[in-house]
């Protein structure tokens, strides 16, 4: 079965890779492989169970969109979030691509209003708060898909790609490269819920063109693969934190100003960067399962659909030296561990039983202002698990967090355990996205180089002209 063009996950790198062929005229044979479901079949049973039922694959991370789109959906429009892709290709050329990007989502019904830029000196007032506090407040504009819109924007984009001759597989996963001299001819494919080992269903296809964008979610696959196919890469970067809630009332100005407030700091004492990510203003806590059932904390945000809590993550970024070189698999083992104290499931624990050195009840999460949207979080003590070194960053920074929004170090404040980030294995490519074996590419967020649906997307447009000009 030969193609011109195989694209290895069906995620926003993936998607606008083939949207960028299709919309320029390509005649490209494309086959697109995704090991989850097509819009239309994602469904995840917990809203009919309340409970987490282990779905394999898991239906929030994996199928049509990637896991981006069923979480929250925000596209940041500044090419100073979401990776180090503009390192790659260019501040200003990175820019144009978000911009370029933005007007196809908009296209296909993504909401006209951008938050964050309608009461600039508001901004300046939340910012010289986190100046004070030591903190750096990021001006990125954010375009709100949310979670119900962004399937019905990433279904209209599925039925564009099909009615334009794009050829997609679900169900399959991806169990090898086909190689021959250092070139990579294909890639070998399998059901995705086949015996382990079973030949009957290993099937071969070829192509001259093999994308890999697998999302976060194929990060370690991706590692394996470079280490089997000497893939030039280099360790990278994984995020370990925790995820927060607070009442609406508590982020109320920074909600309405910002919508979403991106701060970076560096606390002592070990001055790691730590960051805010994904706030989900009147949003809910959710819950995602990776393959080795390791289950981790993330947010939702809905357009309509709203709570009385907000959510965000503070993420703290562990860059690894010689000689370690598994920063994935370091970052399961403190999710495992917190699981493995959470009975397979998400953990919280109130800030102020941190700080007391206990463990927090379920009586006392009943008692609080703040009920957690996850109910079936349980109630513990995160810091039986949490590296020490991210544990006091944490700490520390939610306390300079307190300067700049009064009342989110409160006793009451939730933190639920683990979340993690998983961009490590960075692939060594140049600014044309080509690497070292002939006829591979890899892109978004397993390629370590973007962070997020905006910049992914923007690499598969660029990824897209690049096929385009052969």
């Known amino acids: 079965m030969k193609y011109d063009v195989i694209i290895i996950g069906a995620g926003p790198a993936g998607i606008f890779t083939a949207m960028e062929l299709v919309k320029n005229g390509s005649t490209k044979k494309i ?24 779905c394999k694959p898991c239906n929030i991370t994996t199928g049509f969109s990637g896991a981006g789109a069923f979480s929250d959906g925000k596209l940041s429009l500044s090419y100073e979030v979401g990776g180090d892709f503009p390192t790659l290709v260019g501040e200003d050329f990175a820019q144009e691509l978000i911009h370029y990007t933005d007007q196809i989502y908009l296209e296909f019904g993504a909401d006209t209003r951008i938050e964050g830029v309608s009461e600039p000196e ?10 004070h506090a030591g903190l750096k407040l990021v001006d990125c504009p954010i375009r709100h898909l949310g979670t119900e819109k962004a399937q019905h924007i990433y279904g209209a984009i599925e039925q564009y790609l099909l009615d334009k001759g794009v050829e997609m597989l679900f169900g399959y996963n991806c169990t090898d490269l086909i190689m021959e001299e250092d070139v990579c001819k294909g890639v070998v494919l399998s059901k995705e819920n086949s015996a382990p080992g079973s030949s009957a269903e290993q099937i071969r296809y070829e192509a001259p063109n093999v994308v890999v964008a697998a999302g976060r979610r194929g990060a370690d696959w991706l590692q394996a693969l470079c280490a089997k196919y000497d893939i030039a890469h280099k360790p990278g970067t994984v995020d370990i934190g925790v995820r927060v809630e607070v009442r609406n009332e508590i982020m109320e100005e920074v ?5 979403e407030s991106k701060l970076i700091g560096y606390p002592r004492p070990f ?9 989900n203003p009147g949003g809910f806590v959710s819950q995602e399962n990776y393959d080795n059932d390791l289950a981790v904390v993330n947010g939702h945000s809905y357009k309509d659909l709203k709570s009385d809590n907000t959510n965000l993550a503070i993420l703290c970024s562990h860059n690894f030296t010689e000689p370690f070189n598994q920063p994935i698999a370091y970052a399961q083992k403190v999710g495992e561990l917190t699981n493995m104290l959470g009975a397979g499931q998400i953990m919280v624990q109130r800030y102020g039983d941190i700080l007391d ?4 009840w379920a009586k ?3 008692q609080s202002n703040v009920r957690p949207t996850l109910p079936d979080a349980v109630a513990g003590d995160i810091t039986a698990a949490m590296p020490y070194r991210a544990m006091v960053n944490i700490i520390n920074f939610i306390q300079a967090m307190d300067q700049v929004v009064p009342g989110f170090a409160s006793t009451e404040t939730l933190l639920y355990s683990p979340e993690l980030k998983f961009y490590s294995n960075k692939v060594r490519m ?3 996205l080509v690497t070292n074996v002939k006829g591979l590419y890899c892109l978004g967020d397993s390629s370590g180089w973007t962070r997020g649906l905006m910049m992914a997307s923007a690499m598969g447009v660029l990824m897209g002209r690049k096929l385009l000009e052969q």
């Open 430 to 432: 140049d600014e044309n």
């Open 271 to 279: 001055k790691n960067k730590v960051r805010t990510f994904c706030q």
């Open 364 to 366: 006392e999460l009943a």
């Open 357 to 360: 050195g206990k463990r927090t």
């Open 122 to 131: 508001k901004v300046r007032e939340i910012r010289k708060r986190a100046i």
């Open 31 to 54: 086959l697109l492989v995704e090991k989850g479901k097509a819009i239309k079949d994602r469904k995840c049973p917990k809203s009919k169970t309340k409970k987490c039922v282990n």
């Open 255 to 259: 909600n309405k100003v910002l919508y």
